[in-house]
């Protein structure tokens, strides 16, 4: 006979031993989630912190006398004439007349208060308004990008003058122009619209963030119809046999293949057999939609088989043929599951940056891209390209470059959390 009373016991410990167990890892997971997001926390507050302040400009504010026998001697308002006058000797003149200097190294540290694009500043106003030659104004010119870290706080003023990068002389006018106010800091429109410099202060993300641009529709324009088709095709009409099995593993197989190894691939067959032009942002579209066609098509046939068998069915049943009941019916069920897998496929895309450093998007580029053809960079790129640079203001403008790239990835995943709710059905 079993006695029932050690059962009950041993099983009542048991139980108990498994509750604490229980509880246990429930703690586990809660601290290892925490921990995750302590870490996302100081990742972001660390981006933020530096990175900040590259939305703001250091500006100078200068008395300039647009002299008339410097910008224009011949007096006949010629718009090339204007563009290649002298207009550097015009801010070197107005800081002489501000504060009093001797000798040439005095000169040419003071010439440095202001950025070294200060000439086409000038350039820039007077071919705009030719009413401005023989007048004298006020003019606010970008500081030089060591000024700009000494006002923002990056350069301690109480150092020796051997322990800093900027001398004791310089400080004393900075503060001459604080005590006047004729120095302030703005909002940074050039970080925002400007092409890539040599120069920290004339630096901006706008050539990259229009690269980047062109890239995405470049990619989303081939990989989405390609991806989706290739979706419906093994889904919905390849016959079931080795043939398809095999395309099926090697699609999922490219999906975990890193991403440098297409970079190589669009190195070999786009520039090296095509002749495709190199740093191009349609190069860069045709690499990252092979690299994103994976996710896409993988994405797609799990929006295809959410779809409940009996819409196919039902549509077969009432005379549709194989076609229309999968475009008619099936598709527009599954297209909410295969948009938002071709929006993080479009995010994985924007956030890389090895396969573009393959084909050449590392190049220097200046001028704002007007279309898929000319030479770009993208933002990715544009970062690594900064923080390999020395000057402690190209850091803060990578970290700022950063905020940007991580706010549109952070948009393009929200979009697809929020097209998933809005237009997901649950069978």
């Known amino acids: 006979m079993i006695d029932t009373t050690d059962t009950v016991t041993l099983v009542k410990q048991s139980l108990a031993k498994r509750y604490a167990a229980e509880r246990r890892f429930r703690r586990i997971g809660l601290a290892a989630i925490l921990v995750g997001i302590a870490f996302v926390l100081v990742l972001f507050t660390s981006i933020v912190s530096k990175g900040y302040t590259a939305f703001l400009q250091t500006q100078i504010s200068l008395e300039i006398n647009f002299d008339a026998e410097v910008i224009d001697p011949q007096g006949n308002r010629d718009p090339e004439t204007i563009a290649q006058a002298d207009f550097a000797k015009l801010y070197k003149d107005a800081l002489k007349a501000r504060f009093e200097v001797t000798g040439r190294s005095e000169r040419r540290e003071l010439y440095n208060l202001v950025s070294n694009g200060t000439p086409y500043t000038l350039r820039d106003l007077v071919v705009a308004n030719p009413d401005l030659i023989g007048t004298t104004g006020r003019v606010w010119i970008i500081a030089d990008d060591e000024i700009d870290m000494l006002v923002k706080g990056y350069i301690d003023r109480d150092l020796p003058e051997s322990d800093r990068r900027i001398s004791d002389r310089t400080i004393g006018w900075v503060e001459q122009l604080e005590a006047s106010e004729d120095i302030r800091t703005t909002f940074n429109w050039t970080f925002l619209t400007a092409g890539d410099s040599r120069e920290p202060e004339q630096a901006g993300i706008g050539g990259a963030v229009m690269g980047s641009f062109y890239t995405l529709m470049v990619t989303l ?67 990252l939609t092979l690299m994103t066609l994976p996710t896409i098509i993988i994405a797609s046939r799990a929006a295809l088989k959410s779809v409940p068998p009996s819409i196919r069915d039902a549509a077969l049943g009432i005379g549709a043929s194989r076609v229309q009941s999968v475009f008619h019916h099936v598709l527009p069920q599954a297209m909410p599951g295969m948009m938002t897998g071709t929006i993080i496929g479009m995010a994985q895309a924007l956030g890389e940056s090895a396969p573009l450093l393959m084909i050449g998007m590392i190049a220097f580029i200046v001028e704002i891209p007007s279309g898929p053809f000319d030479p770009a960079t993208v933002l990715p790129v544009q970062i690594y390209l900064w923080a390999d640079s020395p000057e402690r203001a190209f850091l803060e403008r990578s970290s700022a470059a950063i905020m940007v790239l991580l706010t549109f990835l952070i948009a393009m995943n929200a979009l697809a959390v929020v097209l998933r709710k809005r237009f997901e059905k649950r069978w």
């Open 221 to 287: 324009v081939l990989s989405f119809p390609i991806g989706v088709a290739a979706a419906i095709y093994l889904e919905e009409f390849a016959p079931r046999n080795q043939f398809t099995d095999l395309i099926e593993v090697n699609i999922n197989n490219l999906a975990a293949v890193p991403s440098i190894v297409f970079g190589l691939l669009g190195l070999a067959v786009f520039l090296n057999f095509f002749g495709m032009p190199r740093s191009a942002p349609v190069v860069g579209g045709l690499v």
